[in-house]
Every structure is written in C-alpha cells, then in structure tokens.
C-alpha cells in the first residue's frame, strides 16, 4: 500500500491553480500571500524553499511582460518612525519581507502602505505617487486603471486593503482622513514628509471594524471571482475595476456594506 503523500501541493499544480483563476501571461498582479494556508509544497517544508516555489509560480505564468506586486506595508508615521524603503522591513509576513529584498525589486515610498513589484510597468505605477494613501491617484487607483488583478493565495478578502480606496472615493461614514508626519530616509536625503491615511474611528461609542462577509458573498455571486483549489486552500482572482464596482455598489446599498460596529441606522 503507497504511502501518504508528505505534501499538500507543488510548483506545477500552483501554476495550473493560477492559469484556473485566471491569470495570464502580461496581466499585472496584486497579491496578499498566506503561505502556510495552502500547506508544504512537495519542494520542500523550509519557509525559504515555500517562498521560492510560490514567487517563481507566479513570475513564470505571468511571463517577462507581467507585473507582480505584494504589499510591504510597515505603518512607519502611525508608529512615530522613519521610513527607509531600502530597510524598514514589512509588517505583513514573511512572503512580502523576502519579495522586497528580491533582485530587481522596486518599492514605493508610501511611509505607512509601501507596496514592493517587480515587471516592466512598475515604475509607472510607483513614481510620484501623493500623500493620500488611498485618495485620487493612489497605487490602488493606478492599479484599477491599468486593467490589474487582485490575486489571493490562502487568504480571502479580510486581507484586500484595496477595500480601502473605495471606501474613501465613496466617503464612508466610519472612517476619516488623518495626517501622520515623519521623516522618509531615500537613499543619502532625509525629506520631511506627509501621509494621510484614510483611519477607522476607534472611540468606544463609534468603534468599527472591517468586516467583508458580504463583499465575498456578492462577489461570489456575481462570478466576476475566480478561485482555484490548491493545497489545503485557494488561489482567489478578481480585477480591480470589478472588486471596485462591487465596493461602491455595495456601500451605495448600505453605507457599512464593509464594515461593522456602531451603526445607529443599524443597531
């Protein structure tokens, strides 16, 4: 009798996953990375060979001509902390610290949502961007425009800070802008500046969290979400523009479609 197998996926079954939910060759990729959700490739158990397996996946089905970004958001000004893109390391696990080490690798100097990508189009995407971290012309709004995908590995939507950009092109109630100031280190300048980010109200009586069982549900629905069983998880696609469409839809519906807490229309 054969043994059990000793590993939940490997490289090849991952690229079929991705060309599933629908990535392709010169689509441009933003990905929130869970890697232990979707169990061992066959590669190896060791988090750097995981790394190395889900990375080269992702770069060989998107081709030399694809875009693949991941966020390394470090919260710097909301910690009263400088921000050095060559070295301030990413908050957000241990896939995203290793990707913005990577050669070639470019990062935005946004010093509270840095976002790091490699591919023909990310200089474009990354250059100049404002202080308003999800305002008119943020990453997220270059990355509706330039036609990209949101595709998830392990993770559902409780990790697409995307929401965030709709929220305040929409101006939900549950949320207001606020300006956190510090210094950027880039390279051998220290350049005093400013970042505004788009908070939650954390008082007790108006406390609110993200909350997107319904955004998945309707995105579900509506089949514009793609997702391809792999491991012990998914590889999740849907573009920008649609997960937007459905954002704005949903909080025109109701104004905390995306959120929960204190509502006194919904008590």
């Excluded at 690229?15 to 979707?38: N, P, Q, R, Y």
């Excluded at 802008?177 to 908070?199: C, D, P, Q």
């Excluded at 629905?221 to 649609?242: D, E, Q, R």
Aim: glycine content about 10%; hydrophobic content about 35%; overall charge neutral.
């Amino acid at each position: 009798m054969p043994l059990e197998k000793d590993y939940h996926y490997n490289k090849a079954e991952l690229k079929k996953a991705l060309l599933e939910a629908g990535i392709k060759s010169g689509d441009t990729v933003f990905s929130h990375v869970g890697m232990g959700f979707i169990g061992y490739p066959q590669e190896g158990k060791d988090l750097n060979i995981m790394f190395d397996v889900i990375l080269s996946a992702f770069l060989e089905v998107l081709g030399p001509k694809g875009n693949f970004i991941v966020p390394t958001y470090t919260y710097s000004f909301c910690k009263g902390e400088n921000f050095d893109p060559a070295n301030s390391a990413s908050t957000v696990g241990f896939f995203t610290e290793e990707f913005r080490k990577g050669r070639g690798v470019k990062r935005s100097l946004d010093p509270i949502f840095s976002v790091a990508g490699v591919g023909p189009k990310i200089r474009e995407l990354f250059e100049n961007l404002p202080d308003d971290c999800f305002g008119p012309n943020c990453v997220y709004d270059r990355l509706k425009r330039a036609d990209a995908q949101i595709c998830n590995i392990g993770v559902g939507f409780q990790f697409a800070t995307f929401i965030h950009y709709a929220e305040e092109s929409a101006g939900v109630p549950y949320r207001f802008k606020k300006t956190f100031r510090g210094w950027l280190i880039n390279g051998s300048e220290k350049i005093a500046k400013e970042s505004v980010y788009y908070v939650r109200n954390v008082e007790e009586d108006v406390s609110t969290f993200p909350d997107l069982s319904r955004l998945e549900r309707d995105a579900d629905n509506s089949g514009k979400l793609k997702k391809a069983k792999v491991g012990l998880g998914f590889v999740t696609s849907i573009s920008c523009k649609n997960l937007f469409d459905l954002c704005i839809t949903g909080i025109k519906s109701h104004p905390w479609y995306l959120a929960r807490g204190y509502d006194k229309n919904n008590l």
